[in-house]
DNA sequence: TACTTGCTTGGAGTGCACTCAAGGGTTTTA
DNA sequence: TAAAACCCTTGAGTGCACTCCAAGCAAGTA
């Protein structure tokens, strides 16, 4: 129902994925191995063919770990969307207690902020 | 001019230290080791004393770690601080800097944020 | 005195998130 | 066709920030 059938879907080698999101090819293989990837698909000879649902999960992934997730806790959420609809209860989960730890890390950076401003500012303030 | 020649200074034990500052007694003789600290008293014994300037400057260090900056960072700056006077804008520089850093990190963590709420949104708008 | 608790040191070990190396196959370009 | 560029795998290495260990000294308590 929502697969594509497009004759003419785009496929993208390790390199071109490398530079369009900035990750090395080390990393996305490795990240791959670790079961953070949907099963990439591979050419005739084996080499990698990424998709571009694949770039748009490794751009939400590249969100994830912008929030400060943990690789361990980003493997888990990956299994649970593989494991299916039946696990949205518990990938909600997942993202809200990661919700409420960037928040308390934004509450901590604004405050550290805060000294830093003052400190600055007495530097600033004799000469 | 500034030197307190007051003949009572409270002097704690590491384990208060730890107690106090939430660090761990490793993690303060590895503060001390690496040049993180300010020379720290000692007893007849050889056991650390330290001061409540030394609280003070911990407690600066945790609002520099609370903002991401590196320990080799850190350690930077409390070298600054040893040398005197004259570094004070080296100083300033660096906290201006880190404090760029912060402001960026903020600005992702929000931007992070957004996306984690439209996520959670869609999961729980399905059920 | 014997025991317990707390402190000392130097160096080794840990967990995380990559990052690289070696050795070999494939695809593109001149 | 030959060279250059690209890709594969497994496994080891790196950098950071701790964290722990072993062996021993010192102070306080039963």
Redesign the pocket.
Same mark, same amino acid.
């Given at each position: 129902m929502s697969q594509s059938l497009s004759l003419t879907q785009t496929r993208y /080698?390790? =390199?071109?994925v490398a530079a369009r999101t900035g990750l =090395?090819? !080390? /990393?996305l +293989?490795?990240y791959e +191995?670790i079961g953070l990837m949907p099963h990439v698909d591979r050419? !005739?000879?084996?080499?990698?063919r990424f998709t571009d649902q694949d770039l748009d999960w490794l751009g939400f992934v590249g969100k994830l770990?912008a929030t400060g997730m =943990?690789?361990?806790d980003m493997v888990r959420y990956a299994e649970l969307v593989r494991e299916g609809e039946h696990t949205r209860g518990e990938r909600r989960e997942l993202l809200e207690r990661t919700r409420r730890e960037v928040r308390a890390r934004i509450t901590e950076l604004t405050d550290a902020l805060a000294v830093l401003d003052y400190k600055i500012d007495m530097y600033a303030g004799t000469r």
């Open positions: /080698t390790i =390199s071109e =090395s090819q !080390h /990393t +293989r490795w +191995r050419s !005739h000879s084996g080499q990698r770990r =943990s690789v361990a």
